[in-house]
């Protein structure tokens, strides 16, 4: 199959073909032509396939065939966890429309309110927005949703992490009940589920890989090592390959800060992009990292949602992450496109049950090997330290604590639980 079996339109057609496609994958090959249709989507496809083009190039198409007089409106709203999604969408919208004229408003927090007010007044047919920052637009009534034909909801799964199902709510009654609503997610939890059953129509669904499956073109390894000597490997890894571009994924902010920091003072030129980085920090960083102006970009698990970067060789995961689905996430950033490349995670012995839960996520997939010169101390601890253990819980008959050395039934072994995990993604980005 081609593009043009898809029924899209002879400038959409170009503007792919300018890009150097010509072969849709399989999310677009079963997405547009049911976009194109009117229906109600809900999508969960790997990260990496093309999902974006997806929902942009059906939606280009509608709206330069159903375009008309009169002033510019609010036609299409896509709604994203981040900001660099957003901006991501935003560059595929300017990208495949280029030979059309639409006018696009990217709107999220971060920045001066003000150009975006400025811009929202000229007219556009499109706003791709974090939810947020699109409530203080609509609290200042600065932006018109009420002629809005379609809604994406995109990465709804990482939107529903991040606790934004209250300002979905509020947006979405903005926007007419006879919306089409493309829901497009990693993966199709119950909570994707039930959000499908609140806000969208008889769905079509799509699903073109197993749920959480790792990309096969994403060479996937693990190396044992203390937790004290994983800088160390990390740049022995760098620098003895002569990796040119290394995406780096921490657990916090101040972590981020910090590696970033000591592989400088290693030689290795390298930058953080996190949360509380200003947007135009952001920004500076993620373009000298595209630009091989530093060799390693490391990142926080929601700040590098949304990163796309043709071939990037390299993910290295420096801290487990506490959801084992979040590995899948992160490895996805490597292997885009067809193109293949590689995922190695620093494991320490306190991260034992990260990584167990990972090897079950992806079918035992993944093996841990020790690299010659950093082996283990077989004294190091296997559990996690102090301070991150979980707390003794209370028994409920006696009203006493259980007795030293005990694990509580169901307390996790490496001291974190489910709950403080969906919290570190929203504090740790």
């Known amino acids: 199959m081609s593009f043009s079996n898809l029924g899209l339109s002879a400038e959409l057609l170009r503007a792919v073909s300018d890009q150097g496609y010509d072969t849709p994958t399989p999310i677009q090959a079963q997405a547009i032509p049911t976009i194109l249709a009117g229906h109600d989507v809900m999508a969960s496809a790997q990260t990496g396939t093309g999902k974006t083009a997806a929902f942009t190039l059906p939606l280009l198409h509608r709206l330069a065939e159903q375009a008309g007089g009169g002033p510019r409106r609010v036609r299409v709203l896509v709604l994203t966890p981040t900001r660099e999604l957003a901006d991501q969408v935003a560059e595929s919208v300017r990208t495949y429309g280029r030979h059309q004229k639409l006018r696009t408003a990217v709107i999220y927090g971060g920045v001066n309110i003000g150009p975006q007010i400025k811009v929202l007044k000229q007219g556009v047919d499109i706003v791709v927005a974090t939810p947020g920052r699109l409530i203080d637009h609509l609290d200042r009534r600065t932006v018109d949703l009420s002629q809005v034909e379609t809604v994406v909801l995109d990465e709804a799964d990482r939107m529903l992490d991040m606790g934004f199902i209250k300002p979905m709510e509020r947006i979405l009654k903005q926007v007419p009940g006879s919306r089409q609503t493309l829901l497009f997610s990693a993966t199709f939890s119950d909570a994707i589920r039930k959000l499908a059953q609140r806000f969208l129509r008889s769905p079509e669904v799509i699903e073109v890989a197993r749920s959480n499956a790792a990309a096969e073109s994403v060479d996937q390894a693990a190396h044992w090592v203390d937790r004290n000597r994983k800088r160390e490997l990390l740049s022995h890894l760098i620098g003895a390959n002569n990796w040119r571009q290394v995406l780096v994924f921490t657990r916090t902010k101040r972590g981020a800060d910090r590696l970033a920091v000591q592989l400088s003072q290693d030689g290795i030129d390298a930058m953080a992009i996190h949360g509380d980085k200003s ?64 995922a190695i995670s620093l494991v320490a012995g306190e991260e034992r049950g990260q990584f167990a839960a990972i090897q079950r996520l992806v079918k035992g997939n993944l093996k841990a090997t020790i690299i010659p010169g950093f082996e283990p101390d077989p004294n190091a601890p296997r559990q996690a330290p102090a301070g991150r253990q979980a707390k003794p819980r209370v028994s409920a008959k006696s009203n006493r604590p259980p007795r030293k050395g005990f694990v509580a039934k169901g307390a996790p072994r490496n001291g974190r639980g489910k709950s403080n995990a969906r919290g570190a993604s929203r504090k740790s980005a």
């Open 279 to 342: 947007q135009g920090a952001r920004n500076r960083a993620l373009s000298a990292f595209k630009r091989q102006r530093v060799r390693a970009l490391v990142a926080t698990d929601v700040a590098a949602r949304g990163i796309d970067i043709d071939r990037l060789p390299h993910v290295i995961n420096y801290e487990l992450p506490d959801n084992a689905e979040d590995y899948v996430h992160r490895i996805g950033r490597t292997g885009r496109g067809g193109q293949r490349g590689s």
